[in-house]
Antibody
Framework: EVQLVESGGGLVKPGGSLRLSCVASGFRVNDAWMNWVRQAPGKGLEWVARIKSKTDGGTTDYAAPVKGRFTISRDDSKNTVYLQMNSLRTEDTAVYYC???????WGQGNLVTVSS | EIVLTQSPATLSVSPGERATLSCRASQSVSSNLAWYQQKPGQPPSLLIYDISTRASGIPARFSGSGSGTEFTLTISSLQSEDFAVYYCHQYHNWRTFGQGTKVEIK
């Protein structure tokens, strides 16, 4: 059974950093395309970042608002995907979801609040 | 970036009635269009992908259609569990989502 469990969210000041973790079970993150998608309070969905499977090159892509500030990575030994978020802004406040592309599966989400 | 515009923003429907949701893309997305349902406090759940293919376990009352830049999600007879927010999503060029249509009880 596929499971995705996110952690690492919380309250951080503007300019600060956080690292989100997404622990996977039921499949190997090494073999999967994984995404991070966020949702600001009361707003719609916004794709943030993607990492391809190892066999597809393991390359990463980012949405324009986070490029240069966020980094997606994975640790195959821990079967975990990460989102390192630096230089956080108030507009980064959102619930962050970890998503497995195929089959489509989402974690329950983790709230990140950027506020002074 | 491909912009997806959904209409209407809110749709008021009585149980048992038909609901038709629209999604327009700023440029062609080929067949790379999906629909998600989201209920309060839950992550999105995939309904339809590749314009018209129902995801596993999705009832037949949900159907998708369209091509190019114009797409439709139809719920043939609304059940109580269908009242939610629906998002269209393109994966043709990077990934973007529409702003959502809330289907509420009339």
């Amino acid at each position: 059974e596929v499971q995705l469990v996110e952690s690492g969210g919380g309250l951080v000041k503007p300019g600060g950093s956080l690292r989100l973790s997404c622990v996977a079970s039921g499949f190997r993150v090494n073999d999967a395309w994984m995404n991070w998608v966020r949702q600001a309070p009361g707003k719609g969905l916004e794709w943030v970042a993607r990492i391809k499977s190892k066999t597809d090159g393991g390359t990463t892509d980012y949405a324009a608002p986070v490029k240069g500030r966020f980094t997606i990575s994975r640790d195959d030994s821990k079967n975990t995907v990460y989102l390192q978020m630096n230089s956080l802004r108030t507009e980064d406040t959102a619930v962050y979801y970890c998503q497995l592309r195929t089959p489509d599966f989402w974690g329950q989400g983790n709230l990140v609040t950027v506020s002074s | 970036e491909i912009v997806l515009t959904q209409s209407p923003a809110t749709l008021s429907v009585s149980p048992g009635e038909r609901a038709t949701l629209s999604c327009r893309a700023s440029q062609s997305v080929s067949s790379n269009l999906a629909w998600y349902q989201q209920k309060p406090g839950q992550p999105p759940s995939l309904l339809i992908y590749d314009i018209s293919t129902r995801a596993s376990g999705i009832p037949a009352r949900f159907s998708g259609s369209g091509s190019g830049t114009e797409f439709t999600l139809t719920i043939s007879s609304l059940q109580s569990e269908d009242f939610a927010v629906y998002y269209c999503h393109q994966y043709h060029n990077w990934r973007t989502f529409g702003q959502g249509t809330k289907v509420e009880i009339k």
